[in-house]
């Protein structure tokens, strides 16, 4: 199950929305032993395609290296489909078998589909769906 | 020329769970016959029919070799080799028309 603040389910539907009908992709990282999203990190779609995203390298290679040294993993790969459901297609299985712990969220940017985020592990070719739920981050401390 | 090669936690299962290892060549096809050498099943994960695989993003001294001489970027002593894998993706192949009332 991955559990998001409302904040970062914002950002997402927000980065997706103002890309469209580009797709928009980007990671949220966690802490070593803290599976717990941590930071959102926008990344740009080096193909600016409606059907393709990809990370420009240089920026994949620069944020790898940051995680490194933050002590941060990768634990969700996400992108938008701007013209189909939120579901891999073909092309997000054959990327996501590098990423087979990753938690890979799709967001679609149309509208007649609900939810319009929906999370998934990819692993050996296999799509396995993961409840995905929102928390409200407590107004006082 | 030995090199030092970063392998990502998805290919450490071929090199015995280490992080870097060490390789030698004089260019990138050369370094990675070597690591072959050393640690079956590497090649096969980085090359397809001579050229590098689309899944991989190969640097050396962190410049993509895509967009240098790729296979036959040229390797000196003391050069950094990273490997890893592209993050893509994306709703080709995947295409679906709205819902149309009849």
């Known amino acids: 199950m991955l559990n998001l603040s409302t904040s970062m389910r914002d950002a997402l539907f927000r980065q997706a929305h103002e890309q469209h009908p580009i797709e928009c992709c980007g990671i949220i990282t966690s802490l070593a032993g803290e599976p717990r999203p941590h930071r959102l990190i926008p990344m740009h779609n080096a193909a600016q395609s409606k059907d393709f995203f990809i990370f420009e390298p240089r920026e994949q290679l620069l944020v790898w290296r940051e995680m490194d040294v933050r002590s941060e993993f990768p634990l969700v790969i996400y992108h938008s489909h701007t013209a189909s459901k939120p579901y891999p297609s073909s092309t997000d299985v054959d990327y996501a078998a590098a990423f087979p712990d990753a938690y890979h969220l799709i967001i679609s940017t149309v509208k007649h589909f609900c939810p319009a985020m929906r999370c998934y592990y990819i692993k050996h070719g296999r799509i396995l769906e993961q409840e995905l739920t929102f928390e409200q981050p407590p107004l006082f401390y | ?102």
């Open chain 2, 1 to 102: 020329m030995p090199v030092t090669i970063h392998i990502p936690t998805i290919m450490r299962s071929l090199t015995n769970g280490a992080a870097t290892v060490d390789a030698q060549g004089s260019n990138l096809a050369d370094v990675i016959d070597d690591l072959e050498r050393d640690w079956p099943g590497v090649k096969q994960r980085l090359v397809k029919d001579d050229a590098l695989v689309k899944f991989i993003n190969l640097y050396v001294n962190d410049q993509d070799v895509r967009f240098h001489s790729g296979l036959q970027t040229p390797i000196n002593e003391g050069d950094e080799v990273i490997i890893l894998p592209a993050v893509a993706g994306g709703q080709i192949n995947y295409i679906c028309k709205p819902l149309t009332k009849a």
